[in-house]
């Protein structure tokens, strides 16, 4: 056992399988929940620039609301709430992801708007003089270039989203977050578990948000 | 083929199209010209229904373009367009331009779709570099690919809107020449140009707005010969003096 004064790092390196389920956990709700979300807030996206008012209104409705909610509540209100509506045992994680999904969806849609108005009228205007319907313009020629522009951003955003996962805490879903937590209570190791999570979220996020430039840069080109 | 019936169109509580009367026979060439803002662009646009109009009817075909029940992406899949900033999609290859619409739209498979395309693309003249993106291209190459995306849909009419305008001097020609190959082989064209070179050597008929008005409509011959008008006579006289 590796000791450093009171640092003890042999309660990190016993609890190394535990932690590394938590963080496979708040992988996949962060993947999840990006994919599900980045699809929602780009149909969002399309409603807010629809020509059809019930549609503008539904997604501007979508996107204040969410943006003015905190995401704790959200969780919670899915977790708490949603089984008493539906009079039935609801799944931590699908509920987790559910709120992640509708929460999420509101900034993605955000980027996706800006994404798309980035994108020239010219370039809809050619694809519809091919004679592509709506559906076809925006999948094959208008969203594939507003996805890319938006990239940087859109990974940006899915590095917050992987920070905010460690909120499942609240519903006692077993994340990387909640497992320190776990760990750090049951060995009375509050430091060493606290700092080592702190370090781990640190170094993931540092290097994600460092390709994102790198990224940027290249795509600058 | 293609027909207008007093054609009016507001931006707000601008007109930029009024009472536009004209018709366009198939196979004819007819070059539209005037003055920037003088509702040129638009009026070709409302020929595929890019843009809609509020009072009138243009039909092509036969086929009204401004009715509800009428399939717009089926009749904009029979009149080809081409755009003043070529508007290739930057993140296809130029073959891939040419065949997207011809799968999604026409549902040919991906073999016919590249036999089509590479036939096109020797026509004009750029046969060797369909596996080019657009940001490698020339503006004339880029325009050129746009020529041949439109034609790959076999349409029965082109629509050309200031083809050149954006191009270099020097590229100029090779896209006015592929325009003129395409006239000669009885494409019925509706072409928004100031090249007057092109029109006179080109054009069946010419078409001349001012303000959103249709001022003169004539033969190549009559208008460059005597234009009626004063405003088409100051406009030539400025546009020919170089």
């Known amino acids: 056992m590796i000791m450093l004064g009171d640092f003890d790092f042999g309660v990190i390196v016993t609890a190394l399988p535990y932690l590394w389920d938590g963080m496979q956990l708040s992988l996949l709700l962060t993947g999840l929940a990006a994919v599900g979300s980045i699809f929602l807030g780009t149909l969002l996206a399309l409603m807010r620039l629809s020509s059809i008012r019930l549609f503008q209104w539904i997604g501007a409705i979508w996107v204040n609301f969410f943006r003015s909610l905190p995401l704790l509540l959200v969780i919670f209100w899915f977790y708490f709430l949603v089984p008493l509506i539906v009079q039935g045992q609801v799944d931590a994680f699908e509920s987790a992801l559910i709120g992640f999904v509708l929460f999420e969806a509101a900034y993605f849609c955000e980027i996706m708007r800006s994404g798309i108005q980035s994108i020239s009228r010219g370039q809809a205007w050619s694809g519809y003089a091919l004679g592509l319907k709506y559906s076809q313009t925006m999948r094959y020629v208008v969203l594939p270039q507003a996805f890319r522009n938006m990239l940087p951003i859109l990974l940006t955003q899915t590095i917050i989203l992987f920070q905010d996962t460690s909120l499942v805490f609240v519903v006692g879903l077993a994340d990387f977050m909640t497992s320190a937590v776990t760990v750090a209570q049951r060995d009375s190791r509050l430091v060493e578990l606290y700092v080592f999570a702190a370090l781990v979220y640190f170094v993931m996020c540092y290097f994600a948000s460092l390709s994102v430039k790198i990224l940027q840069k290249k795509m600058h080109k | ?242």
């Open chain 2, 1 to 242: 083929m293609i027909e207008f019936k007093n054609v009016n169109k507001w931006y707000g509580t601008f007109q930029v199209l009024k009472e536009c009367t004209s018709s366009v026979k198939k196979g004819e060439v007819v070059v539209i010209c005037g003055p920037s803002g003088s509702g040129k662009s638009t009026l070709i646009k409302c020929v595929n229904g890019l843009e809609p109009f509020q009072e009138g009817e243009i039909s092509v075909d036969g086929v009204s373009v401004g009715a509800k029940e009428t399939n717009l992406p089926k009749l904009r899949s029979q009149i080809g367009m081409v755009f003043q900033n070529f508007e290739l999609f930057p993140h296809k290859t130029a073959m891939q331009n040419i065949c997207l619409a011809q799968i999604k739209v026409l549902g040919r498979s991906e073999d016919e779709a590249n036999t089509r395309g590479q036939e096109l693309l020797d026509r004009v003249g750029l046969g060797d570099l369909g596996y080019k993106y657009p940001s490698q291209l020339s503006g004339g190459q880029q325009q050129r690919v746009a020529i041949a995306r439109g034609l790959a849909m076999d349409p029965i009419a082109m629509l050309f809107d200031e083809p050149t305008s954006a191009l270099d001097p020097e590229m100029i020609n090779e896209v006015l020449d592929v325009m003129q190959q395409l006239a000669k082989s009885g494409m019925t064209m509706m072409v928004v140009t100031h090249e007057m070179g092109f029109a006179r050597r080109v054009a069946d008929r010419v078409i001349f707005m001012d303000e959103g008005e249709i001022v003169e409509d004539a033969t190549t011959d009559d208008f460059f010969g005597k234009p009626h008008s004063d405003r088409a006579q100051l406009f030539l006289s400025k546009i020919l003096e170089h």
